[in-house]
Antibody
Framework: QVHLVQSGSELKKPGASVKVSCKASGYIFTTYAINWVRQAPGQGPEWMGWISTNTGNPTYAQGFTGRFVFSLDTSVNTAYLEISSLKAEDTAVYYC???????????????WGQGTLVTVSS | EIVLTQSPVTLSLSPGERATLSCRAS???????LGWHQQKPGQAPRLLIYGASSRAPGIPDRFSGSGSGTDFTLTISRLEPEDFAVYYC????????FGQGTKLEI
């Protein structure tokens, strides 16, 4: 059974950095990319980009370049999202997500992590 | 970038009633790559529908999706108490966009 388990909530000050983890189990980690999605309070989800778990190559969506870094540690089946120079507007729940086996080729998100709340406040 | 507009913003209904949620895209959605997710407070989204009309495994058949091009609909035929939640449409492909959601309330 596929599971994506994320690290716990974080409270950070403006200007600090945070690293969120997403540990995968129940499948061969390198066969499916990991996507990252942000959901600000009261808002709809927003796609941040994805990382190939095969090559480690990241792709960032518009608005998520510069301060956002996707990385992997394939030895522990874990993907990471690091955000630097945190701002108050980065306060959100961050999700990792994966395409399901049954999607028929389209990259819909069928598996989601439980989410990690990052709060940026002085 | 394709923008998804959901309507209504809030839908107030009672258990047993039929719910119809709309999602309109600013441009045609290729390959019908349109899905619907349900989200309850404090939980991650849950995939209901993909490919505009295919139910994800384990999703009850009271949930159905339809539409093509720029206009898509999620229908819940007979509302159960556990169906009251926020619903998001999701256009996927080489990039992804989500609607702003419809809150289905009692």
């Amino acid at each position: 059974q596929v599971h994506l388990v994320q690290s716990g909530s974080e409270l950070k000050k403006p200007g600090a950095s945070v690293k969120v983890s997403c540990k995968a189990s129940g499948y061969i980690f390198t066969t499916y990319a990991i996507n990252w999605v942000r959901q600000a309070p009261g808002q709809g989800p927003e796609w941040m980009g994805w990382i190939s778990t095969n090559t480690g190559n990241p792709t960032y969506a518009q608005g998520f370049t510069g301060r956002f870094v996707f990385s992997l540690d394939t030895s522990v089946n874990t993907a990471y999202l690091e955000i630097s120079s945190l701002k108050a507007e980065d306060t959100a729940v961050y999700y990792c997500a994966r395409v399901p086996e049954y999607s028929g080729g389209g990259p819909i998100f069928g598996y989601w992590g439980q989410g990690t709340l990052v709060t940026v406040s002085s | 970038e394709i923008v998804l507009t959901q309507s209504p913003v809030t839908l107030s209904l009672s258990p047993g009633e039929r719910a119809t949620l709309s999602c309109r895209a600013s441009q045609s959605v290729s390959s019908n790559y349109l899905g619907w997710h349900q989200q309850k407070p404090g939980q991650a989204p849950r995939l209901l529908i993909y490919g505009a009309s295919s139910r994800a495994p384990g999703i009850p058949d009271r949930f159905s999706g339809s539409g093509s091009g720029t206009d898509f609909t999620l229908t819940i035929s007979r509302l159960e108490p556990e169906d009251f939640a926020v619903y998001y449409c999701h256009r996927y492909g080489s990039s992804h966009t989500f609607g702003q959601g419809t809150k289905l309330e009692i």
